[in-house]
């Protein structure tokens, strides 16, 4: 097995190392807040120590609903002195969502921001444990529920003390993003935790003295892994409350930033500023962009290229439940359009037929990973598990293909392909097409339900603004560059598409968006 470890020097590494070698190094900036490593190793042994003043213990779970902040860190940290599981929240989710994941991760604890007393307090007769104990950051939390600086207050800064034998560091458990039906809770065990984290950071040649920008939820898997590890390295973390993308340049000046973890969506939004806007920053100190979560077309890809430079952009492709799987080096960007890398970090890829059977060079086939860093099992769902799990391999329904050099290309997810006539269409392909249109600012494309076709191609199109561009040219540009049973029977223009917070298109709310519309028509 891979182990990264060996990268690294192992006395420089963790929270309480850095404490002791550069307490006054700034940990996490956010806006105003600045909190040193030495703040951060005080408040997280005593955030840890009240923790189990409220009867946490060693194997539990606490929830965690948080915007971006740096609250959102030290309870992750704090969680983890005393093995215990954090489960972050989408702050976006409704009642019944937040309720749903407490409930499934039985969390003994509930974090929450002032910002969402609302939600909580919706979500509180749906939760099965009444018990629940709840912290408020906020200096005016309501009746029942103990404010986090309270609770800060009235706990010791010495590191906890506490028997977890047994336990010794807490699986993670991370739910998926939902975007396909209802999250499912993701475990991973201990054994690789730091390896990965290090793993990340070697792979994506971050070093000790960084600057990391983090832009995106800290929910989400990806952005807290790069956080995690830039904080487990001593860099500085700077993190971004939302993403602007004007403000996204302005703290690479400030703040001096070296690398960052995005998804193409804010790359879009970033390289469509105007150029006068642009033009106003230096970006010099940064060296390395890492984009993920979701499809990056090529045009786009050209232009984030020409703005910031060569030799900075990585890509990688993965997912909750497997990590990353695989790498986009730089040098490899401009001359592979389309894919996604080669095999990382330990992963053996295979690419089966609905038969299981491995599919040819140049042939799509489901793509199933086996790693040392795959997930352990879906939380309560042991039929989810198994029907992801094939002789050791496992898979999140994604549709690829791999070249004769070993270089993968994300075809789409298995869910979204289209079947019009007989024939598998794969709505990726459509989009990175029509993204080389002028006009075309942003796309999505379904398949909704044809009595003559079985499914018909629906496109969802943002015009960039200005743009006069009509449903003709948006089937005309695709039937010049694709076969013609490619171009969509029905063009709707939106000025905007559904994002999660973590950038991916919500397709599904596509779906149900075209319903509605349908049943009301």
Known sequence: MLNFLEKFDTSRVGIANQARLEPQKPAIIMGDVSVSYGELDSFTNAMANGFLSLGVRPGDRIAVLLRNCPEYLMAWTAAGKIAVTPVGLNYRFKSDELAYIINDSEAKLLIYGEALEEVVQEAKPKLEHDSLDMICVSNDPPAGVMSLNRLLAENSTEPPRVDSAGYGVAPSLIYTSGTTGRPKGVVRG???RLNSLLGYAYSFESGYDDTMLVPGPLYHSAPFAWAAFSLVLGNTLVIMPRFDAEEFLRLIQTHRVNTTIVVPTMLNRVVNLPDEVKGRYDLSSLRVITAAAESFPFPLKKRTIDFFGEGKLFEFYGATEISVVTRMRPEDQLRKPGSCGTPAMGSHIRLLDEDKQDVPVGEVGILYVKSPFLLDEYLNNPEATRAATHEGYFTVGDMARVDEEGFYYIVDRAVDMIISGGVNIYPAEIEEVLYRHPDVFDVGIIGVPDTDWGEKIVAY??????AALDEEGV????????????????????????????????????????KMAAERA
């Not at 490619?486 to 075209?514: H, Q, W």
């Open 461 to 466: 199109v943002v015009r960039q603004p200005g």
């Open 190 to 192: 201990v054994k690789n």
């Open 475 to 514: 089937v005309r540009h695709v039937s010049e560059n694709l076969a013609s049973y490619k171009k969509p029977r029905e063009v709707i223009f939106v000025d905007e598409l559904p994002y999660s917070p973590s950038g991916k298109l919500l397709k599904r709310e596509l779906r149900e968006m075209y």
